[in-house]
């Protein structure tokens, strides 16, 4: 009797030791750097519309997850940023951008201010779930485009471009695990793509596939930075 009542003492020491663990701040700073590491591998650098990849961390309240949706957009912005001024081939939604700016006139951050508000239009009219994040990220995103380009010098020479294109690719694809991570709400593409997946009971990597090509097709006509360096980008971050 005494044996089972002292292992039943040490399981629950051992219960409270793991209960605390998850509310220290040193396991809280580990979590999320483990499962933004992961996230970055298989949905930033993976397939953008596998969210099962996506492993939501564990933060205190909504505040904390609204800050790693508007980190996560200002380390995209950068690095799209660098990748648009190394000037080898921007990303999908990029060379749309370039291509917007080049026609109408508008910076950077005002065609991705235009793309946004065309986005909300479109996810209300087909009634896809818009979460926080779906709003924060690219308000973040189209924010730190303000200035983004004022910080950031051009690069002189290729190896600088070289170097500012493979920076860009892997900033963004840390953007994407830290905006992720907070599992606020799904990326605008993503919730447009899995509401037609839904309605269509198509799968949603061919839709999200379709959903690019489309978005690159409107990007070149416009005229946008398109180049090798957008076949690498689309390789390396899943579309």
């Not at 992961?38 to 492993?55: E, H, P, Q, T």
């Amino acid at each position: 009797m005494l044996d089972k009542s002292h292992k039943n003492l040490s399981l629950r020491k051992v219960w409270l030791k793991k209960r605390g663990s998850s509310k220290n701040p040193l396991y809280s700073v580990v979590d999320f750097l483990r499962k933004t590491y992961d996230i970055v591998l298989d949905f930033g650098l993976g397939r953008r519309i596998n969210l099962s990849a996506v492993r939501k961390i564990s933060v205190p309240n909504i505040g904390i997850q609204v800050f790693l949706n508007v980190l996560g957009g200002l380390l995209i912005s950068i690095g799209a940023t660098m990748i648009i001024l190394a000037d080898v081939g921007a990303t999908t939604t990029d060379v749309l951008l370039t291509g917007i700016s080049k026609q109408t006139g508008l910076s950077i951050a005002g065609a991705s201010f235009g793309l946004l508000a065309t986005l909300m239009v479109l996810l209300g009219s087909i009634r896809a779930k818009i979460g926080i994040g779906t709003l924060v990220i690219p308000l973040s995103v189209s924010a730190t485009f303000l200035f983004s380009f004022s910080l950031i010098p051009d690069p002189h020479n290729f190896g600088a471009q070289l170097l500012y294109f493979l920076s860009g690719l892997v900033t963004i694809a840390l953007g994407v695990g830290v905006g992720a991570s907070a599992g606020i709400g799904m990326g605008a593409y993503e919730s447009i793509c899995h509401r037609i997946a839904e309605v269509k009971a198509w799968h949603p990597q061919v839709i999200r596939l379709c959903w690019e090509l489309i978005i690159l097709t409107i990007g070149i006509l416009l005229g946008g930075a398109f180049g090798i360096g957008t076949l690498i980008a689309a390789v390396a971050t899943g579309w």
